[in-house]
């Protein structure tokens, strides 16, 4: 019998994750309303028109200014011929332009689209290739360098650019006097008819009333890797990000006016465009954001300083946590201690020295959490309002189901639904991890063949493959053993590259840790380690291979290893281990030099 609408995002009350960790004020389900991110916004202002939203050099943004910026620069672009369906392309780092173009963009019934600032002009023209965008909004001082050599390539018909300090009036005179000396970056743009962003945001507002459909219309475009680790863009509805806000909202406790959301992660990712930008918004509340990393100094000097009397949000990698638990000279912020309530890692694993260090430094809160951008992107986290499990990735979010299936061939069915009277919970019914819920994807744009590999029917409902790997504990958290692509295969038994970076990361004098696999004529792959040592120490590759002879089981111990200064990590943390695989002597030689 197929479902009704109303019952597709209602959970089974039975399931095991309801029973031991679940946060007692948090709703096992809700309702999701087919809302457009539009409407989510107007109401939040008319609750907290007065109130701060934004927080950006020095620079306090209402929410009313907001929405007046946000209707002059949706007006100025529809005169600028932007339709519904349009696609705009915002490359900016964290700004107050950024979320008013966001904003503008999605009001208009067209779709927004963030490029990574750091990205290399053929990467941007890449991802401009695969969106295909009628406008472009720029930062003047990226312009010469990385827009300006491939522009003519693209289908761009309009150019729009801004300076990163623009809006920021709460520098005054300072921020004539950066630009002047050089402390505030700016640019020279070239472009025949590019127009100041300035300029469009004192157009009179007349927005003119679009019809969406928040089920079937896209929002944004968000650039994923996805499971295979080939780029592409998923498509992501205003009914997947508001559900999503939603659930996020409803898992920090409700809506929170003055409670602060640091915004350092980049807000063109998943992660940050919903933790960060669009939930602060749901809980009626105010992001710090920076358009660089701020040092640990900046970063503690400005939450010591900030109002924040309901405390602070602040979601990112481990490594972000790391560095404040690290952090030497936090005593002389002693107003930071307490104030990071609400703090969730992802992006990957979260380490109990980690977390141990950061709570006991900052006194704040740490849980981990789970998420990919095809989920818009929060599945899950942890506990925040009581003791939270340590090395799982939490419980899913009111509203998403999880569950494993097997890792070669979804059709067989279910591993574990987490259900009370199943059996098949513990490591030795590892397989794929998949998630149902209102926030997964519509699609990815232009790829019906990896949509469909993607999103896949289960008893009448639609399952995101993560293409991570995982089992389900008897309470129903689930642990992740690695991405499915990166398993290693020697001898036919399957290593978990995470597992193994674990188990060198214990050795006192190992910092950090990549492994992947590289070809080999007897066992099929071997297994390689990259290693970041500790200051001071003086280990060889000998003597880890050694030591892990007698750690290790013989197919998951490295067979080689190789001492690099630091493992390579993307903007939100992630390891990049394709990066050390595909560029290692051995994998060139087999693969070729342009894999």
């Keep these: 019998m197929p479902i009704k609408e109303d019952d597709k995002y209602q959970v089974n009350e039975n399931k095991v994750w309801f029973k031991k960790w679940w946060p007692e004020s948090v709703p096992h389900n809700t309702t999701f309303e087919e809302k457009t991110i539009n409407e989510l916004f107007d109401e939040q202002v008319k609750k907290y028109g007065n109130l701060n939203a934004i927080w950006f050099l020095d620079t306090w943004v209402s929410y009313i200014e907001l929405q007046d910026y946000v209707k002059s620069f949706a007006t100025a672009l529809h005169q600028l011929g932007v339709r519904k369906g349009d696609v705009v392309a915002i490359h900016l780092p964290n700004c ?5 173009s966001y904003f503008a963009i999605i009001r208009l019934g067209a779709i927004a689209s963030g490029i990574n600032p750091t990205y290399k002009p053929l990467e941007i023209l890449h991802q401009l290739e695969i969106i295909k965008p009628k406008v472009l909004i720029a930062l003047d001082a990226l312009y010469k360098d990385y827009i300006n050599p ?34 505030i970056p700016k640019g020279k743009v070239k472009y025949a008819g590019a127009h100041k962003f300035m300029d469009l945001i004192d157009t009179r507002s007349e927005v003119p009333s679009i019809k969406i459909d928040a089920k079937k219309d896209a929002a944004t475009y968000i650039m994923t890797g996805g499971t295979t680790g080939v780029p592409k863009a998923t498509v992501l509805t205003h009914f997947n990000i508001v559900s999503n806000v939603k659930q996020v909202a409803l898992w920090l406790g409700g809506e929170k006016p003055n409670l602060g959301n640091i915004g350092i992660l980049p807000l063109y990712h998943s992660f940050a465009h919903t933790a960060v930008m669009n939930t602060t918004i749901g809980i009626g509340g105010w992001m710090m954001l920076f358009p660089r990393p701020p040092t640990q100094e900046e970063l503690c000097q400005h939450i010591q300083d900030l109002p924040c009397p309901e405390g602070l949000v602040y979601a990112g990698p481990e490594v972000l946590f790391q560095r404040l638990a690290e952090f030497k000279d936090i005593k002389k912020y002693p107003k930071v201690m307490g104030k990071l309530k609400l703090c969730v890692s992802g992006a990957g ?7 141990d260090a950061f709570v006991k430094n900052t006194g704040g809160n740490l849980v981990e959490g789970y998420g990919l951008t095809e989920a818009s992107p929060v599945i899950s986290a942890g506990n925040l309002y009581g003791e939270s499990p340590i090395g799982c990735i939490g419980l899913p979010i009111p509203g998403t189901e999880w569950g494993i ?26 397989g794929e991890i998949c998630a149902h819920g209102p926030q997964i994807m519509l699609k990815y744009l232009d790829k019906p063949d990896e949509t469909a590999d993607t999103i896949k029917e289960y008893d009448g409902k639609l399952w995101l493959l993560t293409g991570d790997i995982g089992f389900m504990k008897e309470d129903g958290t689930i642990v992740i053993r690695d991405r499915k692509k990166q398993l290693i295969k020697v001898k036919g038994y399957s290593v978990y590259p995470k597992e193994v970076e674990e188990l060198l990361m214990k050795h006192p004098e190992i910092s950090e840790a990549a492994v992947a696999g590289l070809p ?25 291979i050694g030591w892990a002879q007698n750690n290790m089981t013989h197919y998951k111990r490295p067979g080689l290893v190789e001492l690099i200064p630091e493992v390579p990590k993307d903007l939100i943390g992630k390891v990049q281990r394709r990066f050390l695989q595909t560029n290692d002597p051995i994998w060139k030689q087999k693969y070729g030099e342009n894999t």
């Design 96 to 100: 107050i332009q950024y979320v008013v």
């Design 150 to 183: 491939i522009i003519e390539k693209t289908k761009v018909k309009r150019l729009i650019y801004t300076n990163v300090a623009d809006l920021a009036h709460g520098l005054g005179a300072k921020r004539g006097l950066g630009k002047a000396l050089g402390k």
């Design 349 to 355: 694993p979260l380490h109990r020295p980690v977390y």
């Design 405 to 430: 299936w097997p890792t070669e061939d979804f059709n067989q069915g279910p591993i574990c639904l987490g259900n009370p009277d199943e059996t098949s919970y513990g490591e030795e019914h590892t």
């Design 520 to 544: 080999h004529a007897e066992t099929g792959e071997i297994v390689k380690a990259w290693i970041a040592l500790a200051p001071g120490s003086s280990l060889t590759p000998e003597q880890i």
